[in-house]
């Protein structure tokens, strides 16, 4: 490990809570102090990529929007490409598409159709898992293009939201967890 590795308890202290934020009842998890320090933020990354060696990988899958930032991140750690999952309307080249339940309606996950190939080895992340509609969305675009899924990594989990639950049979790994 590089000296500047940080643990989780230190990333963990330098999460925002952000109560009622973007509505009322909801408690926001604001990343944005751990991107900012340069120790926790590269400590973050060796913790989500620890499992895998460079060259073992073939894509980081990230989720839109700060699962980017981190995934991204990972690609490079790992000398992986990466590939966006993005909100529907939003990729300009041909895509395929996943409906997922919210609260209250649906909403639409896509990635582009050439994006993996067949058998690619793949790690998806996102910043945070809380009821797993978004990351088992994308999950099954990756499953779709016949990729497989190595890893689905997350900064943070919300484990009362039992959000593991929607992504039985993949293997899932948490950072932080509340
Ligand atoms: P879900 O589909 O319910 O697992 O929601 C996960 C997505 O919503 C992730 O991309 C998160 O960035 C975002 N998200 C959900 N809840 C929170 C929260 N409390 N704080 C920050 N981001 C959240």
Known sequence: ?????????EIEHAIRNIPDFPKPGIQFKDITPVLADARLF??????????FKPG?????????????????????KLRAGF?????????????????????????????HVDALKPGAR??????L?????????AAALVKKLGANILEIGFLIELKFLNGREKLKGWPVRSIIAY
Do not use: N
């Open 42 to 51: 590269s400590g973050a990354i060796d913790l989500l990529t620890e499992r």
């Open 122 to 127: 793949v790690v998806l992340i996102d910043d």
């Open 56 to 76: 073992s990988v073939d894509a980081v899958v990230g989720i839109d929007a700060r699962g980017f930032i981190f995934a991204a991140a990972a690609a490079v």
């Open 83 to 111: 590939v966006p999952v993005r909100k529907k309307g939003k990729l300009p080249h041909q895509t395929i598409e996943q409906d997922y339940a919210l609260e209250y309606g649906s909403a639409t996950v896509a990635m």
């Open 129 to 137: 898992l809380a009821t797993g509609g978004t990351s088992a969305a």
């Open 1 to 9: 490990m590089s000296q500047t590795t940080a643990t989780p308890q």
